[in-house]
């Protein structure tokens, strides 16, 4: 009896970047179609060689694309937005590109795709749009020359494609009428054009049952055994229409030519959908169990209520975590699973490890983690020793280093009333300031001063001296621009949290850990590997320096703990709220030090607050929680008159707003030039009683802002809040401009401020 082992997916990027490095050359026109596709192949051809390398029964095919799964599938179904008219002159590969970037060789510019988050992931797909009229054109070609390509090596394959139900339910219908659902806004509580968009996009079942039919025939033909069907939303709370979606469309695709189609669930338990996911029509289910809670036994439930005939995938290595698996206590869930499902029983990652780095073998590893960790090449071999057996003890896991770590949530004393009184006359600030939201441009001067000194080639004294030119060069310019509140410009910074990562004790920067974020961008999340603490001042220098230059206000620029979190791989044996009250310990004692270093904002940005919400709502309370009591921890060191910004790049606060409210930061700035004045109303009609800065312009885009945009976002504003709790400055932080850009948008953006102050104070 043996025990098959599959991944669900390997990390596409390379061990070295090479897809990244690669595509980008392409996209300048340095390199050919050919060559590039050589190289994507080569990456390509190095995954499928791990996985027999590492000896997995199965080779998965179908996971390597180019940017994005759903994309790909989008563009294999004929989903081609009508902007795009001149796709159709395009090979598959280029109108991927092309949608994802609005940008094609030969076509005109048009908007990409819209881009959002990958459930709870730190990774981005793109929204297929779809419309009413919506005609889907199948086109698997590459699909196939892929497989053809796999079967050189030999090996038994399994073929992954997106689900059905999955591929619409992440899809955006783009032209609903929505009037009728509008006119309905009635109280009863219901997201009646939620409802109207599902309802839409769910006729859309019946057009691609024939189509995944076709693909699964061909499949067969071309000698493929399995098929991993990705069904990822199975795991939300799903409406009853989606439920029953699900089990239209897989007793419609249902086989019996011997091709076994494994759904695939993952990034959580199955919550209410457990009895739905076990009984569909299928040859097999993958489970995650890494996010299983303790006690819950969710793989026994779904042995327990499997079908006698079905092959369970247990997703038992996380596809999310940097960490070794205790595999001594992982072989007995095996064990246990094998008595019920014998040769039924599959072993898995839970998730794709598109989601952690690809290699630890080109680490320089610090030996307080070695032997500890597991990239995606590590954790094929984990796989590979549980289905085996041969299972060693790792005494490096032992989990007696780590003792209970609490921390009574302090905050501030005063409320926001008196707070801010008291700081209206500290810093005799004009009607509407401005200021901008921490970073300026990142000038190829600053990156190469940076560079040298990290490769020893620039001693630190030279580098604070080429640091500190930058600082003084942003004052200057901002003093010219005549902004009311200052920054120093985070020349200093990589990141705003690497940079943080990097000085605190309790952190590991690898060399080569990245991980796609969305496209050719990685990010290279800092690994938390112990328990952490502030063992200096980390910014306090800088900011210092910087209020020496000027007589006006600079802020104090810092990251929050619920950011720094969320943009780094958590420890393997403390709960996220435990860390994330570590840190906010540490931007505590900054908040301290910088405050008596006599700054008198500062700002603790918590661009990510949001991003590490769980999926299901039953177990967002207790994130919100603790997220909310970390951040205003931070701040609880401030004394009356300091006032406290937070800074935030996330628009939709619908659903979260009284937690931003809760967080009772003295000052928020947020993004709101995409999202328009819907989000000031949202703003207003729940009552937010502190400070807000909407950002005026989108710092995302290279176009200049001019006077008249910029003002109708402040007149909007000033309907709603009152002039005295109003800031005025962009949406996000300003690394990627040139200074060029920045300064003239700035200044219009000053031109402004002045213009609406002086009416203001006139009437
Ligand atoms: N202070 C940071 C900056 O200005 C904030 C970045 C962000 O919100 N993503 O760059
Ligand atoms: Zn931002």
Redo the contacts with the bound molecule.
Sequence with gaps: MSIKTHILGYPRIGAKRELKFAEERYWNGEITQAEFLAKAQAVEAANWQAQVDAGLSLMTVGDFVFYDSILTHAVRLGVIPTRFVEATRLNHMDQQFYLARGRAPECTDVAALEMTKWFDTNYHYLVPELNSTQIFKADFSDLFAQIERAKTFKQPLKVVVPGLVSFLYLSRIVDTDNTKAEQHACECGTDHIKIAADQATLKFIDALIPIYTALFDELKIRGVEYVQIDEPVLVLDLAPEWQAAFEHVYHLLQRNDGLKLIIASYFETLGTNLNLAVQLPVAGLHIDITHEKQGEFFWKKVIDQLPADKILSLGLISGRSVWASDLVYLNLIVQTAKKSLGDRLWLSSGCSLLHVPVDLRSETIPAEVNGKLAFARQKLNELVALASGNIYPNEKLSKTADKTFDLVGQERAEPFEDRFKAQQQKLNLPLIPTTT???FPQTAEIRAARSAWNNGDLTNDAYEIAMKKEIAYAIQQQEQLGLDVLVHG?AERTD?VEYFAGLLDGFWLSRFGWVQSYGSRCVRPPIIVSDITRSKAMTVKWIQYANTLSNKIVKG?LTGPVTILNWSFPPAHRSRREVCLQLAEAIRLEVSDLQNAGVEII?I?E?AFREGLPLRKADQAEYWDWAVKSFKHCSSSAQIDTQIHT?M?YSDFKDCLPQITAMDADVITIETSRSGLQLLEVFHEQGYPNAIGPGVYDIHSPRTPTVDNMRTVIDGALKTIPAERLWVNPD????TRNWTETKTALAALVKMAKQVRAELEAA
């Design positions: 939201i921490g970073s985070e705003m620029m700002q940005d661009a800074h790049c996000c932080g300003l690394k």
